[in-house]
């Protein structure tokens, strides 16, 4: 069993979140190869290590897997490389995410976070022991604008 963590994440886009708009929005996400006496492979084909799930909150205090999946989470997206990427037993890897996002005016009054969570892929190379520090979340009340046109 091997246990990875999310050490930080950032908000990669050039861009406000507006309200009324669909977008594609793109974070990055450290995780750290904590605990396991074996690396992360690399897996190719088809194969996956990581996928991503994601949600808006107005806390950053989401601890536990079911209380991030229980509020609505949403499955991310990233490309094949990133999905499949390896990592080597204490160190880190950056994994990049897309995310789409459409917030009515209520949601983006409340969201203040986006949270992402990292989990492994039915069919990755290893097995997780601890997915309750696998997630984060990513403070953005700076980026969004919930009156557009108004500044």
């Known amino acids: 069993m091997i246990d990875i963590a999310v050490s930080s994440g950032s908000y990669d886009g050039s861009g ?9 929005y793109s974070f990055s996400v450290n995780i750290v190869h904590i605990s396991g006496s074996y690396p992360i ?8 290590n990581y996928k991503i799930y994601y949600r808006t909150s107005n806390t950053s205090l989401i ?19 990133e999905s499949q990427k390896g990592l080597y037993v204490d160190y880190t890897g950056t994994l990049r995410i897309r995310t789409s996002l459409k917030l009515t005016k209520a949601q983006c009054e409340y969201m203040a976070y986006m949270c992402v969570m990292i989990a492994n892929h039915e069919n ?28």
């Open 16 to 24: 406000s979140i507006i309200r009324g708009y669909t977008a594609i």
């Open 124 to 151: 990755s190379s290893y097995e997780e022991e601890n997915s309750d520090n696998n997630m984060i979340c990513i403070n953005v009340s700076t980026f969004k604008v919930c009156t557009p046109g108004m500044t």
């Open 63 to 81: 601890n536990t897997t079911d209380a991030f999946m229980s509020g609505g989470a949403l499955h991310g997206d990233m490309e094949l490389r």
């Open 41 to 48: 492979a690399q897996t190719g084909g088809d194969m996956h």
